[in-house]
Nanobody, 115 residues
Framework: QVRLAESGGGLVQAGESTLLSCTASGDTASISTMSWYRQAPGKERELVASLDFGGHSSIEDSVRGRFTISGDRAKSILYLQMNNLEPGDTAVYYC?????????WGPGTQVTVSS
């Protein structure tokens, strides 16, 4: 089993940056992919970025050029560097991991961007 814990976020001003971290614990050796999702009020949860530990990453069009995903495989930590934040980025951000056929979620961390 894998446990995920997000950290970072909070209240930021539009145009500012913040870094989210996700620490995985438990049976992390078989994790193949980790991702960031977000869910804004009244909206469905959406994928933001993914990283597989073969070194491939993907970023959704809505945040490309502003957000960067990275990870430390040895420490089982996933990062999301968010730059030039916009009010539309306000959401709860969730960390997700895939291990074989199992999917795990963190509890989420709130990011609020004020204009």
């Amino acid at each position: 089993q894998v446990r995920l814990a997000e950290s970072g976020g909070g209240l930021v001003q539009a145009g500012e940056s913040t870094l989210l971290s996700c620490t995985a614990s438990g049976d992390t050796a078989s994790i193949s992919t980790m991702s960031w999702y977000r869910q804004a009020p009244g909206k469905e949860r959406e994928l933001v970025a993914s990283l597989d530990f073969g070194g491939h990453s993907s970023i959704e069009d809505s945040v490309r050029g502003r957000f960067t995903i990275s990870g430390d495989r040895a420490k089982s930590i996933l990062y999301l560097q968010m730059n030039n934040l916009e009010p539309g980025d306000t959401a709860v951000y969730y960390c997700n991991s895939v291990q074989w056929d199992r999917i795990y979620w963190g509890p989420g961390t709130q990011v609020t961007v004020s204009s």
